[in-house]
């Protein structure tokens, strides 16, 4: 492995414009594309400082930094355009927490991974647009943080409000976003928002081990704990109007909601299934 200095390791980075690093090839070895990561000042000084960290004697063990894993990630088997950091970006497991990339399907020695970043399946992170704006809120905002703790099920253990058995979940598996529309917990234009329109046609819940769907059946409908929140957020600036625009996100001081959640226990029992 070669060790450089942090400046040695600077040289490799280019700052593209005030929100968007450039990690060139060589960075890392055997990079196949290079990566990008999209930071504001605060987060920027995080990931440098992760960077400059690894770079001293005698720093071993623990994660590598996110920059690195970016680069990592870079010169895997398949990778197409680049490898990205989002503006939540920080250290992960093998992946960077944030982590995005694409990859040739028609090229056979693209990867295939069930876990890259973390271990549970579809874990990530969801922005839910209000018509509200912060003025609305702010007179509010004590009560508002308060029902959501009291309505959203929430850390390790928690148990969903959502009545389950196990035929349920069985049909939960197999129908996907269809399951939930029929029982009225979203609306039928959700669908066009997600991966299959929320439903993968050859599922077969069969193939799910019953541990996993143990762990699964009291878990719906629950946040999670470890870095899982839902938080109010407000749209502080707009950088591409265009981009915005198509997520509905129309002006400054709009209210939205970020959630970051995944498939909890059932998903990480899966992986683990599908990987031993």
């Known amino acids: 492995m070669v060790v450089r200095s942090y400046n040695e390791e600077l040289k490799y980075l280019e700052k593209m414009n005030p929100h968007c690093w450039r990690i060139k090839?060589?960075?890392?070895?055997?990079?196949?594309?290079?990566?990008?990561?999209?930071?504001?000042?605060?987060?920027?000084?995080?990931?440098?400082?992760?960077?400059?960290?690894?770079?001293?004697?005698?720093?071993?063990?623990?994660?590598?930094?996110?920059?690195?894993?970016?680069?990592?990630?870079?010169?895997?088997?398949?990778?197409?355009?680049?490898?990205?950091g989002l503006p939540d970006v920080h250290s992960g497991y093998g992946f960077a927490i944030g982590n995005m990339a694409a990859f040739d399907m028609s090229d056979p020695k693209s990867i295939v991974s069930p876990g890259g970043v973390g271990f549970d399946i579809n874990c990530g992170v969801r922005l839910l647009r209000t018509n509200l704006s912060e003025k609305d809120v702010l007179p509010i905002k004590e009560q508002l943080a308060q029902s959501l703790f009291d309505h959203i099920p929430v850390g390790v253990g928690s148990k969903?409000?959502?009545?389950?058995?196990?035929?349920?979940?069985?049909?939960?598996?197999?129908?996907?976003?269809?399951?939930?529309?029929?029982?009225?917990?979203?609306?039928?234009?959700?669908?066009?928002?997600?991966e299959?329109?929320?439903?993968?046609?050859?599922?077969?819940?069969?193939?799910?081990?019953?541990?996993?769907?143990?762990?699964?059946?009291?878990?719906?409908?629950?946040?999670?704990?470890?870095?899982?929140?839902?938080?109010?957020?407000?749209?502080?600036?707009?950088?591409?109007?265009?981009?915005?625009?198509?997520?509905?996100?129309e002006r400054t001081g709009q209210v939205v909601v970020m959630i970051h959640s995944g498939s909890r226990g059932f998903g990480h029992q899966v992986a683990t299934d599908c990987s031993s």
């Open 196 to 249: 299959e329109y929320g439903r993968m046609l050859n599922a077969d819940p069969s193939k799910v081990s019953l541990r996993a769907k143990k762990r699964g059946l009291p878990q719906l409908g629950t946040l999670g704990a470890g870095n899982h929140y839902a938080e109010i957020q407000v749209v502080d600036e707009i950088f591409d109007k265009y981009a915005a625009s198509k997520m509905g996100l």
């Open 160 to 194: 969903g409000i959502i009545p389950m058995n196990a035929r349920d979940l069985e049909e939960a598996l197999e129908m996907g976003m269809d399951w939930s529309l029929r029982e009225g917990y979203v609306w039928a234009e959700d669908k066009e928002h997600c």
């Open 25 to 84: 090839k060589g960075f890392q070895p055997n990079m196949n594309v290079e990566g990008l990561f999209y930071v504001n000042s605060t987060l920027e000084k995080l990931m440098l400082e992760e960077l400059r960290n690894s770079c001293r004697p005698g720093m071993t063990g623990g994660f590598l930094p996110g920059v690195k894993q970016i680069a990592n990630v870079a010169s895997l088997p398949g990778i197409v355009g680049h490898s990205i």
